[in-house]
Structure formats: structure tokens, C-alpha cells
């Protein structure tokens, strides 16, 4: 009995990446021959048959409204035969075969209040910033300590020049996490934004045993620092212990983490997941809190603009941030950035010999 032969279907996950590949890029898969960046934010990537696709990058600020997404689609038909790719960092990659409509698109582009860029050049040494990674923040997590999409508004406006030109000496990636779960996994970024609690959380234990389990909010906590309050039914909080996760409000709704005063924002520097020239690496601590201050957070703006130039000033081709700071030594950086160094950036955690460098070559 012979079967029926039909195309596998499902509705689990996205559909297979292949079937919506452009036709240029599906006919030439694996057999490129080079690509090279022929002006901020246009790539041209050429097949060893000889064919050509141009990428035309543009920025976007990840939420988009259902408005945008159908201009930027009705652009992908215009000029691109309906094809574009939406990179992990948020960015739009118009694919075209034509070169002629490389200006008419990025006019569009920019009439729509968008902009182009986020390229680099490593042949040159000549690297674009690219956009910033981040995670929820106000708009829809439980958990933040801080907002994202606000932020990261703000920093890039400001460092938009970055964006749009390809001036620093070698890739800055910026990630944002609104706490230290981070969902956003920012620990391995040249600049990591990250919201930090400074406050227990607060135990409503009037509520507590109606809307929530006391085990399963105990064993919620990954210090101990929870245990069972026979009086009131609820729990009670070891502060000393607490080192504000808040894994127990996502547990129960009963023991709020937020608040205006305790809540914040700590920048980390210097990490990489990349290979080259040295090791990858985590971010570490360079200010260890700021305040919210929405809209425009000043302070976080200033800080991470002041550490771009300084860096883009100082640094070698083709080094990373972390790189940099490991050449000139820590206290040039704090010293440099203008950046105050205090008790907070000593490592105290109970492990930390692990990661102390306390040899005659220990520098901060
Ligand atoms: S980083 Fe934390 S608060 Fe922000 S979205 Fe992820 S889990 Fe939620
Ligand atoms: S915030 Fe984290 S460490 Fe503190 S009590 Fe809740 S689960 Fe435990």
C-alpha cells in the first residue's frame, strides 16, 4: 500500500528558517565568497556564481506597534521583493538585488523616523555600535528592578552617532538585564545595564496564606532565607541571608519586590563571548548603583556615554573594551571615566577567592 507524501507540518515553534530563505540566499547557501561593508549599514555579500545580495540594516527599538510592523513589511515588498530578516539585536536586514533601490529605501527609512547603521568593518578596524539587547522591564515583567525599553531609548539616542558611523576601534556591545535573574544575559557584555534590589522583599502576611503556598514559597528561595511563620501563618525573611532575587514574588504576590528608593541600576564592563585575541569574559563592576530616573535617566546616559568615549579615545584597534581596561590597569579606568571606585566593587562574596586576584599583579 503505497502512503500519501505530504510536507511535514506543524504549529510547534517557528516554521523550518529554509523555506523562507530569499531565493538568491537559498540558491547560494554555504557558497559565499565574501562580503564587505560598502558604507554604514549596507553590507554587500557576493556568491562565488557571481550573484549579489545587498543588506540594508536599520534599528529598531524592539516593541513595535502592529502599525510599524506593517510599514516595514509594505517596504520589504517595495524594495525587496518581500524579504527581511530580523537580527537577535533587533535590527531589520533588508535583502535587495537591486542596488539602484538601496538610496530610495534608506530615504524611506529615515522619512519614517528610523535609522541605518550598526555595521562594522574588521578589516579596517572601523566598528559601528550595535543595538542594544534587553529584556522586559516595566511594560510587562514582575520582577524589574529598573525599566528596559526606556533606558535603552535613551542610551541610544544618545549614542545614535555610534550607530549610524562606524568610529569605535572594535565591537561595544551594550545589554540591558531590569534584574539579576537576567533573562537577558547580559553578563558578557563590553557595557552591561543592570537592575539591581536593594531591599528585602516586603511580607504581606495578612494576604500571604490566602493567595499563596507557604512551602512552596519557601522552598522558593535559593539562600534559606525563608522559613514558616507559625503565628501568622504566612513566612518570615531573614534579611542577613536575602540577597534580593526575587524568586519568592515570582513564586508569591504576597512578597513584593519593588520600590522607588531601593531599586536601581549597577553598570558591569568588560566582558566578551568572543574568542579572539583573548579569552571570553564576565562583565565586572564598575558603578554600582544609580538611580531610576525615567524618562530620560540622566545619570545611566551620562555614565555610559562617558565610558564609550573614553574608551573609543584610548583604546587599540581592534580591542575590546575588557581589553583595554586590562592594558591600561583599573585604576586608569576608574581614573580615566571619572568613575568613583568604592567599597562596593570588592569582590566580598564568600567564594570570591575564586576570582580575587590577590597576586603581586592584582591591579583595580
Ligand atoms: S531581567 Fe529579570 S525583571 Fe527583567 S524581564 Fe528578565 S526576569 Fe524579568
Ligand atoms: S528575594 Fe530571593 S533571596 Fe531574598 S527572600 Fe526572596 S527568594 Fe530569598
Known amino acids: 500500500m503505497s502512503e500519501e507524501k505530504r510536507p511535514y507540518k506543524t504549529d510547534f515553534g517557528p516554521p523550518d528558517y529554509r523555506l523562507l530563505l530569499h531565493p538568491v540566499i537559498k540558491k547560494n547557501y554555504g557558497k559565499w565568497k565574501y562580503h564587505e561593508v560598502i558604507r554604514p549599514g549596507v553590507i554587500k555579500r557576493v556568491a562565488e556564481s557571481g550573484d549579489v545580495v545587498y543588506i540594508v540594516k536599520m534599528g529598531t527599538p524592539r516593541l513595535l506597534a502592529t502599525d510599524t510592523i506593517r510599514w516595514i513589511a ?17 535590527n531589520v536586514e533588508f535583502i535587495l538585488t537591486d542596488e539602484s533601490k538601496i538610496d530610495p529605501l534608506i530615504k524611506e527609512i529615515e522619512e519614517g523616523g528610523f535609522v541605518v547603521g550598526g555595521t562594522w568593518d574588521a578589516t579596517h578596524a572601523k566598528y ?20 528596559a525599553s526606556g533606558i535603552v531609548k535613551s542610551v541610544m539616542d544618545e549614542l545614535i552617532d555610534y550607530f549610524k558611523e562606524m568610529k569605535l576601534p572594535a565591537f561595544c556591545r551594550i545589554s540591558l538585564a531590569c534584574c539579576l535573574n537576567m533573562c537577558g544575559a547580559v553578563h558578557c557584555s563590553d557595557i552591561a545595564i543592570l537592575g539591581i534590589h536593594r531591599l528585602p522583599p516586603v511580607v504581606k502576611n495578612e494576604k500571604l496564606p490566602k493567595i499563596c503556598e507557604v512551602p512552596s514559597t519557601v522552598a522558593s528561595c535559593p539562600t534559606l532565607a525563608i ?9 518570615q525573611v531573614n534579611e542577613e541571608r536575602c540577597m534580593y532575587c526575587g ?11 519593588a520600590d522607588p528608593e531601593g531599586d536601581g541600576i549597577s553598570l558591569w564592563v568588560g566582558g566578551k563571548v568572543s574568542n579572539a585575541r583573548s579569552g ?13 530616573t525615567p524618562p530620560r535617566w540622566p545619570e ?20 575590546r573594551l575588557g581589553e583595554w581596561i586590562e592594558r591600561i590597569g583599573w585604576e586608569k579606568f576608574f581614573e580615566r571615566t571619572g568613575i568613583e571606585f568604592t567599597d562596593k566593587h570588592i569582590d566580598d562574596f564568600t567564594l570570591a577567592q575564586v576570582t580575587l586576584r590577590n597576586t603581586s599583579q592584582f591591579r583595580w
Open 247 to 257: 524568586n519568592c514574588y515570582t513564586m508569591c504576590p504576597a512578597m513584593p519586590m
Open 128 to 147: 559601528g555600535i550595535t543595538n542594544i539587547v534587553h529584556t522586559q522591564g516595566w511594560i510587562h515583567c514582575h520582577t524589574p528592578a529598573t525599566d
Open 74 to 90: 509594505d517596504l520589504a515588498e517595495k524594495y525587496c521583493d518581500g524579504y527581511l530578516r530580523w537580527t537577535s539585536r533587533y
Open 280 to 292: 571570553p569574559a564576565f562583565s565586572k563592576l564598575a558603578v554600582p548603583f544609580l538611580p531610576n
Open 227 to 235: 522559613r514558616p511563620d507559625p503565628k501568622t501563618k504566612g513566612v
Open 300 to 319: 545611566t546616559v551620562g555614565a555610559i556615554r562617558k565610558i564609550v568615549e573614553t574608551y573609543a579615545e584610548g583604546a587599540n584597534k581592534h580591542e
